[in-house]
């Protein structure tokens, strides 16, 4: 499994921003789907955003025009930049790692970052 490492995240307002940041190990990068995951207590696993190598983007219905996912390939690094924050996009994010797709519909691969806690409220 590929090793990713998770940076960003914290507490704003309604309507503010934060960046997300997932790092992965190897050399591999550049060839995995990848993916933003959240989970709020007692909630089901949400997928927020998913890339594809090429940079081709989807987004759960909930962020979008709020969210925008990407990577650099050279940096082995996705973001997910979030911004008009809602209190309803409060959770645990994770990123996702070597994923696979069905379609344009994104299947998480086995590899998860830490999470981070992204609270928004007032």
């Known amino acids: 499994q590929v090793q990713l490492e998770q940076s960003g995240g914290g507490s704003v307002q309604p309507g503010g921003s934060l960046r997300l940041s997932c790092t992965a190990s190897?050399?591999?990068?550049?060839?995995?789907?990848m993916a933003w995951y959240r989970q709020a207590p007692g909630k089901q696993r949400e997928r927020v955003a998913d890339i594809a190598p090429g940079g081709s983007a989807n987004y759960g219905d909930s962020v979008k025009g709020r969210f925008t996912i990407s990577r650099d390939n050279a940096k082995n690094t996705m973001y997910l930049q979030m911004n008009n924050l809602k209190p309803e996009d409060t959770a645990v994010y994770y990123c996702?790692?070597?994923?696979?797709?069905?379609?344009?519909?994104?299947?998480?691969?086995?590899?998860w970052g830490q999470g981070t806690q992204v609270t928004v409220s007032l």
């Open positions: 996702n790692g070597d994923g696979y797709y069905k379609g344009s519909d994104y299947f998480p691969g086995g590899s």
């Open positions: 190897g050399t591999l990068f550049r060839v995995y789907a």
